[in-house]
C-alpha cells in the first residue's frame, strides 16, 4: 500500500507539471508505451526490480527506450532514479493514465459479450452509456463465449450483468432451491 501512495503521488506531481507546460496529452502517451512495454515485456519488468541491475544502467535503458519522450517524462525518470524508486515506474504510469483520465472528465466502458460488437450495437450501447454520465465515454468490447449471449457492462465501479448464463445460473439455483 506505501508504494500505491508513492506512485500516486509520482504521478499526481508529474500530472500536474505536465498541465502546467500544456504537455499533459504528450506525457499520457509516453506513461502509455511505458505501461504498455512493461506490461508487455516480463525482460524489462524483471530489469527494473532487479536489485542486480544498478539504478544507473536502468535509467539509461529508459531514456534510451523512451529516446523521443517529452522532458517532463524524462524529469520523472530521473525523479524516480535519484529517490531510489525506479521500481515504481509501472505503477506511476499506470496511476498516470488514471488521473489523466479523470482530468480529461474521461472514463473507459467494457462491455463483455459472446461475440464481437458490431459497428452499429458498438455506437447504440455508447449512446445509451452517454445518457447517464456526463463523462467522455470510451468502449472496449471484451469476448467471453461462456456468457452465451447478452453482455456485461462495467464503468468503473459498477457492474451491470445482463447475460445469458447469469440468468441461466439463477434459475437453477432457483430450481434447486425449491426441491
Known sequence: ???SRAAIRYAKATLSLAIGQKAEDAVMLNMKELSHGISDNPEIKEMLLSPMVKSDQKLNFLNEYLSTAHETTKGLLRTLHENGRIELLEEVALQYLILHKKHKNEDTA???????LSESLRIQVLDKIKEFTDKEIHLENQV???LIGGFVL???DVQYDASIARKLDRMKREFTNSL
Open 154 to 156: 462495467r464503468i468503473g
Open 110 to 116: 467494457y462491455v463483455t459479450t459472446a461475440v464481437p
Open 1 to 3: 500500500m506505501v508504494l
Open 144 to 146: 467471453n463465449p461462456e
